[in-house]
């Protein structure tokens, strides 16, 4: 693979390398007495091993001319790659951590295998281990074909990529050490979040300069959706983590903002990294991957236009309806609340835009499973927009609120929604990125599509009836004008659907073990000779052929 | 240019763009999406007009309802309250035999010190308040510090070991550990002690040592566990002739007592839970104690 990249490109690789090795030696000289240091012998190891790698090539010929024929597809394998050792790990830890609240003993009593340090590692697994490397993979492949344009160098994509993981690699090692900022979904620190602002400019860079030698008049939808995703994720991250570290020698920073304000902008943060980062993000992943294997055209390009607007507008508003009832002044929960209803309708319109794609290809969604992935993602897609605007009215927030009906929700959204999207488009994938002709086995796909589907049923029925046991039991009164339970009463209700939620885990995980089976085995298969090959552009190198369309 | 073509299937004309084989109908956006889109614009009108809404400066649009969560909040917790005082000042005024004996009043002080009791007492004394290891059991046995609805009271009140001024203090000593005893004294003291509850002692002691431990005893222990082991109620010294153990009755236990000392810490409740409430909560553990 490295193989690929020009002697140029390797020297750039290498000087980034170095100047990685550099950094990471400056912070453990200088973070010696605090984890901080932990953090920088681990980047100073990983730079060293890449130098070593690096060195060993600088002295390959460079690669053949030809190559810029084709698409630049590398990092999107080995994106969708890492995307899956992180799916399976993130949803581990969190089967784990399900167990835990079945069984609370079986932490070891040791500090790392506590409810409170594993939680992070679960959920920053899955959205940024997992959903983050899906939606980078697939967005330099869709970005190609819909620009019919190369990425437009052979370095960039991979700092994007490695660069980016590195960040995923701190936070999860951070947090099983104790390193966080209590910031949901924002808890790494501060040198991880100023990394991060690094990598997601550099990928911002990337996404225009291939935008902008794109070869077709047009900017289709899917490069919206990740566009936004790109950029707002950019601002809502530098704005959310803005902190002042206790010393440069310290893992430790106290947050810009306090009190109220510290929490209605994490929450403007939170609720917006559900909108731009695992709503618009994996938009654009359905607006490329469902029409392509459906074989249909988009139901409506004006719905998409409004949904697009709609979505990106409204969603902006919402976040103070996670702190209905609290300090947060009246008025600002009148804004989320009233946003969030209105926000239903540009969402169903994404929704119902892509289930009438579908049109004219229900026999495949019946006979495709991968198809299937995606028809399933839609209809949750649906379902759980509907609930979000259902749980932001004021009056369903006071009984939903800090209960387990919000943790139901959230992965009505995470499982049936973006997990599903994303092997979708994974198995969808995989076959053209490898040169095949279809999945090792299509059998197993279905076997994982039935188990996805179990797992996510049983996950949602179990917390929806545990989240509205909850808030029934917390909100009981008995003829004294006392609450009627305790505390730990509702606890004790629990216990029951924890135990079916855990199982309801175990199965999504078991699915994606046996996706990881099958793409493993697909790519071991011999390439096809036939396998059309798929290029910017047709006919000879380095004369662009215009398409019919323009 | 862009060529237009008619999908079979649904008869919409695409748009005439393609990428990468996908296309895109020209279908018209359906009614009930602008439907909708207009029924929910005209719900946040009205809302934002009936409810606190928007910004001006340093204060806001009341809304013509005129609700505020916090002055709706205060209200229904006053209403709350003034609906139970009709029972609970009758509980603050009268006098414990009183409320004991009137069925009504305990009805509702069983419902409501269950909630109470659960919610603050439980972690450490079970939501049965038969404790467990290093927690009394508060229904059986004889209690430390007395029976009594006062005494109970002022234990809740003061704590045990706690940081109230007036708090109760009771420790059993390190003999052991501190060296007051030797260790020979203290296997006897050991054997002796079991034998106070009925059971057999560690070794096959001699009739000697037996007696060394009760002289021991006599010497060391019955300063605060009384002449005849069964405590002292102003010490919160056990009782140590009776099956009830706060830290387990076995002999390896009873040694880690002896040996290490014991001070168990119970939090004062002074300023956590008011007068009605302790008062609640002393009237639940007397009828607990009663009817197990």
Not at chain 1, 107 to 119: K, M, P, V, Y
Not at chain 1, 194 to 199: E, F, G, I, M, N
Not at chain 1, 439 to 461: N, Q, R
Request: charged fraction near 15%; charge should be neutral; include cysteine.
């Amino acid at each position: 693979m490295i193989g690929q990249l020009t002697k140029n490109e390797r020297q750039n690789a290498l000087a980034i390398l170095i100047a990685m090795a550099v950094g990471g030696l400056v912070m453990t000289i200088g973070g010696r007495n605090s984890l901080l240091g932990v953090h920088g012998g681990l980047v100073l190891m990983i730079a060293v091993v890449g130098i070593f790698a690096m060195t060993a090539t600088l002295k390959l010929p460079d690669p053949a001319e030809d190559r810029l024929n084709a698409y630049y597809d590398d990092p999107t394998k080995v994106g969708i790659i890492i995307s899956m050792v992180w799916a399976v790990a993130g949803l581990f830890v969190g089967d784990w951590i399900a167990w835990l609240l079945v069984f609370p003993d079986l932490t070891f009593d040791a500090a790392w295998a506590s409810f409170g340090r594993l939680r992070p590692v679960h959920t920053s697994g899955v959205i940024f281990g997992f959903g983050g490397n899906a939606l980078i993979a697939t967005s330099f492949y869709v970005v190609q074909r819909t620009c019919r344009a190369r990425l437009p160098d052979q370095v960039t994509p991979w700092f994007v990529l490695f660069g980016y993981n590195l960040f995923c690699v701190i936070a999860a090692t951070g947090y099983l050490m104790g390193v966080t900022q209590s910031k949901e979904y924002a808890e790494p620190e501060w040198y991880a979040d100023l990394w991060l602002v690094v990598v997601w400019v550099v990928y911002f860079l990337l996404y225009l300069r291939t935008l902008s030698r794109r070869k077709e008049p047009h900017i289709y939808v899917a490069n919206w959706y990740y566009m936004a995703f790109i950029l707002v994720v950019a601002v809502l991250h530098i704005v959310n983590n803005l902190a002042v570290p206790v010393s440069f020698g310290s893992e430790k920073a106290y947050s810009a903002f306090s009190g109220v304000q510290d929490a209605m902008t994490q929450w403007w943060y939170g609720h917006n990294a559900v909108a731009f980062f695992l709503t618009a993000g994996f938009l654009g992943m359905l607006y490329y991957y469902l029409p392509v294997r459906a074989g249909r055209p988009i139901y409506s390009y004006r719905m998409s236009i409004i949904s697009f607007w709609g979505i990106t507008f409204f969603y902006m508003w919402a976040g103070s309806h996670h702190l209905h009832y609290t300090a947060l002044p009246q008025w600002v929960q009148t804004l989320g609340m009233t946003f969030s209803v209105m926000l239903l309708v540009p969402s169903w319109a994404s929704a119902g835009n892509a289930l009438m794609t579908l049109n004219g290809a229900w026999d495949k969604v019946r006979d495709d499973a991968t198809l299937r992935f995606m028809f399933v993602a839609a209809v949750f897609y649906g379902l759980s927009t509907f609930e979000g605007s259902f749980m932001a009215i004021r009056a369903v927030n006071s009984l939903s609120h800090y209960t387990d009906w919000t943790v139901g929700h959230v992965h009505a959204g995470a499982l049936g929604w973006v997990a599903m999207i994303t092997f979708g488009a994974i198995y969808a994938s995989v076959p053209w990125l490898w040169k095949q002709d279809r999945m090792y086995s299509a059998k197993l796909v279905e076997v994982h599509f039935w188990l996805a589907v179990a797992g996510t049923l049983i996950y949602v029925f179990a917390m929806w009836n545990s989240g509205i046991i909850q808030g029934l039991m917390w909100r009981t009164y008995n003829d004294s004008g006392t609450l009627a339970y305790s505390f730990i009463e509702s606890l004790v209700a629990m216990r029951p659907y924890y135990i079916a939620r855990a199982i309801g885990g175990l199965l999504f995980l078991l699915g994606a073990l046996v996706g990881c089976y099958n793409i493993w085995m697909t790519i071991r298969m011999a390439p096809r000779e036939s396998a059309k090959a798929d290029r910017p552009e047709p006919g000879a190198a380095g004369a662009p052929v215009l398409q019919p369309g323009e | 240019m862009a060529i237009e073509e008619r999908d079979s299937h649904t008869g919409y004309l695409t748009t005439g763009h393609e990428w990468n084989g996908i296309k895109e109908l020209n279908t018209p956006v359906p009614k009930a999406v602008y439907v909708f889109l207009i029924a929910t614009v005209v719900f946040t009108v009205a809302y934002i007009v009936l409810m606190p809404a928007i910004p001006l400066g340093v204060t806001f649009t009341k809304g013509l309802l005129g609700l505020d969560d916090r002055r709706e909040v205060t209200r229904a917790v006053e209403d709350a309250a003034a609906e139970r005082a009709v029972w609970t000042k009758r509980i603050e005024t009268g006098s414990y035999q009183d409320v004991a004996a009137d069925p009504a009043l305990m009805r509702s002080v069983r419902q409501t010190g269950r909630t109470l009791f659960t919610d603050n007492c439980a972690v450490c004394h079970g939501t049965d308040a038969k404790g467990g290891h290093g927690y009394p059991s508060l229904v059986s046995g004889s209690p430390l510090w007395g029976s009594d609805a006062d005494s109970i009271a002022e234990t809740i009140r003061v704590g045990i070991n706690a940081t109230h001024p007036k708090t109760r203090v009771g420790q059993m000593l390190a003999f052991g550990r501190d060296g007051i005893l030797q260790r020979a004294d203290v296997d006897n003291v050991l054997d002796y002690v079991l034998t106070l509850s009925g059971q057999p002692p560690v070794r096959k002691a001699t009739p000697e040592q037996l007696a060394a431990g009760k002289a021991t005893f006599a010497a060391q222990c019955v300063s605060c566990h009384g002449e005849d082991g069964k405590g002292k109620a102003d010490l919160g010294a056990p009782d140590l002739t009776d099956r009830h153990w706060i830290y387990g009755g076995d002999a390896q236990s009873i040694l880690t007592t002896i040996w290490n000392g014991r001070q168990g810490h119970m939090p004062s409740w002074e300023d956590r839970l008011s007068p009605v409430d302790r008062k609640i909560l002393t009237l639940y553990l007397m009828d607990l104690r009663k009817s197990p």
